[in-house]
């Protein structure tokens, strides 16, 4: 079986910066798994600025930062469109590629998978199936990637500060936001990000609940419920923001010990195998791309002292 | 122009489809109509996708002939067309003392329907059959012919079937008006006017309004709703048996079974609802069946919900399905396939045939050589395009864009990403389009109109 020192699941900003430090202390083969076509995770389509390697918010865009990252990557191993389809019994991964499928083993491996936000589905949102509902993800890489332009008049959904990140894509597409629906959650952003809203336009409406989406083929109005009141209100789409959660697919299955819905962490982003590393987002929250790669720098050392 | 057919069969839901399969494979020219863009626009959308014996069906009614006749062709020719069977058997449990006495009938009422391998399991047994069940659980009739199978595969590969016999499926082509000219029907649809000897209205929950295109029908549908909650891959894990509740005089109650793409789901509620088109989910019921299926199988609550939906059953007053033959008007109603259509399809088609056959033309007396379209597996326990390599488009149901491609080609192309994602897979997974959406919509725009 291919067998490594270093494997690292995931090449967005934990995975590419604890690969660079690693190799930069020394560290000898070193393998970075990413199920995309392209090394750099989510800021590849985070098309706005705001992005900074060494802090928490900067001046760069994502796409920037993304090739920053890469540019500083060129020569390690990092195989793209390589999906790690399971941990196996023994612990080895079970790999596909374009190949086919292999499995690979590692004296090490760093699960730097990242996050997704919570989806309608799981929301349990109601009302009809419809085309115009969709997450940051998905709009962003509609619009950064593919030069879309989805909508026109959207509500977004979320308090958190990535909705301001959809508020920007926002007005990157010239389209003006019916209102930011901030329901009442554990993660609101402060309060400077709603003055933020405004600033751009957007009506922020507060202590809402969205209870339904509506339309024929495609949104044309949600029902939200505010103070015990029920309340239409049109739009031409529906933006679900935050509520980010790991992504598990790995480890959902009980490989890893979870705490809430995230992989269980002891410091040095010990894992409950003894091999296996967590970090970045996939530790279920969303910190910025500057935090998740000062987290693999740290890993780093926890792994090659 | 207009075309002449033998056959036109008017909507293309499972049971249109597979009518239209066996009168292709009979040896006549048929075309089916279909109003929706794609075929599976109506009640075959959305459903449980089990494969029924008919053990708890209305003895002696039509519903369970179709059913079993349908269930054993299902069996006899899906390898030949590469359809999946996930064998799970069934269990009815009781879950209280009143559940518990229902118990021998429901297995007596099995028997009496030819279910003869149906029985009753105690508590013991049914704990090692179902460990992560809750504790609560009494007892079981165990019903080990009940299975799961692809909802949407099964109806694509009658259609593959019936194209490669001669026939045509013409989509986007509501029937509008129906008249009778020198002994032929015309059908008016917005693709134009199509002519044949005789109709069979197979428009599911539209059939009383395609009815009363000729005359006043004796029947109304009264759609019922149900909704379903679907639980992340992991869940499926924890249960092997479709479990069933004992049905009380107001409901059947709500199934929790695995599904064939991997997952594990709850439902469906029955709803009556004015709805006939595009049925609406409520969050508050939603919750209710997230709930029991936590009640009933504790270890869920640390599992994500992936996915929601809904389907309309196409029922009407009457209890038995509606298959008859209007002798003057040659003409055939098949109507009020509720609850069981799926499994009873290819039943159904039989009989259709049959009555055809009794009432309208002879069939060719020599069958045409059976041809075989295999569909693409996309069963979760069976062989999948992936494993032979590929570029992964989708990350959670690991669909290759080879099979995007393919579902954008051929002679039944999927028209949107709604029907793309009922032959690949494509964003049904737990993210829900977060990672793949805008990858998947444009390799299929790619694939279809040759246009990023
Ligand atoms: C809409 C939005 C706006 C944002 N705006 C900002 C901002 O302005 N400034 C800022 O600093 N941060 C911002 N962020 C946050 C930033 O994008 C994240 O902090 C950063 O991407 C996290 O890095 P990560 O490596 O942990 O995860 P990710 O970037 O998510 O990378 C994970 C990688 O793992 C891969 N992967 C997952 N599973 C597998 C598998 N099984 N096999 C192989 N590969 C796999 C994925 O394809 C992905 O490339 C934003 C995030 C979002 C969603
Ligand atoms: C919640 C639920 C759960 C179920 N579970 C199961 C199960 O586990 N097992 C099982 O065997 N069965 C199950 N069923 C039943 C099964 O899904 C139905 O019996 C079956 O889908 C009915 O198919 P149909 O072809 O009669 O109707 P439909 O699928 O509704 O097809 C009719 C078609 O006709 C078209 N049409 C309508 N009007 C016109 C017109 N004027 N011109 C042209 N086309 C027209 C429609 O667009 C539609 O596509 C379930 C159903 C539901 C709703």
Redesign the interface.
């Known amino acids: 079986m291919e067998h490594h020192s270093v494997i690292i699941i995931g090449a967005g900003p934990a995975g590419l910066s604890t690969a660079l430090a690693l190799c930069q202390s020394g560290a000898k083969d070193v393998v970075v798994l990413e199920r995309e076509t392209q090394a750099g995770g989510i800021p590849r389509h985070c098309g706005h600025k705001g992005f900074a390697p060494y802090k928490n918010f900067g001046l760069m865009t994502g796409p920037n930062l993304a090739s920053l990252l890469r540019e500083q990557t060129t020569g390690l191993d990092i195989r793209t469109s390589t999906t790690v389809l399971e941990f196996t019994l023994r612990g080895s991964l079970r790999v596909h590629s374009t190949q086919g499928i292999t499995e690979i083993s590692a004296d090490k491996i760093v699960l730097a998978a990242g996050t997704r936000e919570t989806s309608r589905a799981a929301r349990l949102i109601g009302g009809n199936k419809l085309k115009g509902v969709m997450n940051t993800g998905e709009l962003q890489q509609r619009v950064y990637l593919g030069g879309e332009h989805p909508f026109r008049r959207p509500v977004i959904v979320g308090s958190e500060w990535v909705s301001y990140s959809t508020l920007l894509t926002c007005r990157h597409l010239h389209a003006k936001p019916v209102m930011l629906l901030a329901e009442d959650g554990e993660n609101a952003a402060p309060s400077y990000f709603s003055f933020g809203a405004r600033l751009l336009g957007t009506k922020v409406v507060r202590g809402a609940k969205l209870i339904a989406i509506r339309g024929n083929s495609a949104v044309e109005a949600i029902e939200i419920e505010r103070f015990g009141k029920q309340q239409t209100v049109e739009c031409d789409a529906v933006v679900l923001t935050g509520k980010f959660r790991s992504e598990d697919a790995l480890y959902s299955n009980g490989y890893l010990e979870r705490n809430g819905y995230a992989p269980a962490v002891t410091d040095g982003f010990k894992t409950s195998k003894p091999n296996v590393y967590a970090v970045g987002n996939v530790l279920g929250h969303l910190e910025t791309a500057g935090l998740c790669m000062a987290q693999g720098r740290e890993l780093a050392k926890v792994l090659f002292p | 122009m207009s075309q002449r057919f033998d056959i036109a069969v008017i909507g293309c839901g499972v049971v249109g489809l597979a009518i239209l399969r066996r009168f292709a494979m009979a040896g006549l020219k048929c075309v089916a109509l279909e109003k929706g863009a794609d075929i599976l626009s109506g009640a075959s959308k959305g459903n449980s996708a089990l494969l029924h014996t008919g053990f708890d069906a209305p003895p002696k009614s039509i519903e369970l002939q179709c059913m079993q006749a349908g269930y054993f062709e299902y069996l006899d020719i899906r390898q030949k067309l590469n359809l999946p069977l996930l064998e799970t058997s069934a269990v009815v449990i009781a879950w209280n003392d009143d559940e518990l006495v229902k118990l021998p009938d429901i297995r007596e009422k099995a028997l009496a329907n030819g279910v003869t391998d149906a029985k009753l399991i105690s508590q013991t047994e049914l704990r090692m059959r179902e460990p992560q069940l809750a504790k609560s659980a009494l007892g079981a009739v165990l019903v080990p012919g009940e299975h799961v199978i692809d909802p949407w595969s099964a109806p694509l590969a009658y259609a593959h079937q019936a194209i490669a016999h001669g026939a045509e499926i013409m989509r986007g082509a509501e029937v509008t008006k129906a008249t009778k000219q020198e002994g032929e029907w015309h059908l008016a649809t917005p693709k134009g006017e199509v002519t044949a000897r005789t109709v069979i209205n197979a428009a599911g929950l539209f059939a009383d309004h395609v009815e009363a295109l000729i005359h006043e029908p004796d029947f109304e549908i009264k759609p019922r709703k149900g909704q379903f909650?679907?639980f992340?891959?992991?869940a499926s894990?924890l249960l092997r048996s479709i479990v069933l509740p004992v049905p009380t005089e107001r409901t059947k109650g709500v199934v929790l079974f695995r599904t064939i793409f991997g997952n594990l789901a709850i439902g469906p509620t029955a709803e009556e609802t004015d709805e006939r088109e595009?049925?609406?989910?409520?969050?508050a019921?939603?919750?209710r069946l997230?709930a029991t299926a936590i009640a009933m199988l504790p270890a869920l609550k640390?599992?994500?919900?992936?996915?929601?939906?809904a389907g309309l059953r196409p029922a009407t007053a009457n209890s038995d399905y509606i298959i008859r033959a209007h002798k003057a008007e040659n003409w055939i109603t098949v109507a009020g396939i509720r609850s069981t259509g799926l499994t009873g399809s290819l039943g159904i088609a039989q009989q259709v045939v049959k009555l055809y056959a009794k009432h309208f033309g002879k069939l060719p007396k020599k069958l045409p050589a059976a041809i075989w379209t295999p569909v693409p597996n996309l069963a979760e326990h069976a062989i999948r395009p992936?494993?032979?390599?590929?570029?992964?488009l989708c990350?959670?149901e690991?669909v290759t864009r080879a099979e995007v491609a393919a579902a954008a080609d051929g002679p039944l192309p999927a028209t949107d990403?709604g029907g793309l994602k009922r032959r690949t897979r494509a964003t049904m997974g737990?993210?829900?389009?977060?990672?793949c959406?805008?990858?998947v919509?444009?390799a299929f725009d790619k694939a279809r109109y040759g246009t990023?």
């Not at chain 2, 599992?303 to 929601?308: E, L, S």
């Not at chain 2, 992936?386 to 992964?392: S, V």
Request: neutral net charge.
């Open positions: 909650v679907v992340d891959k992991p894990k595009n049925p609406i989910n409520d969050t019921t939603l919750e997230k640390h599992v994500d919900v992936t996915a929601i939906y992936y494993m032979k390599g590929g570029e992964i990350h959670c690991w990403i737990r993210c829900q389009g977060f990672y959406a805008a990858y919509t444009s990023p």
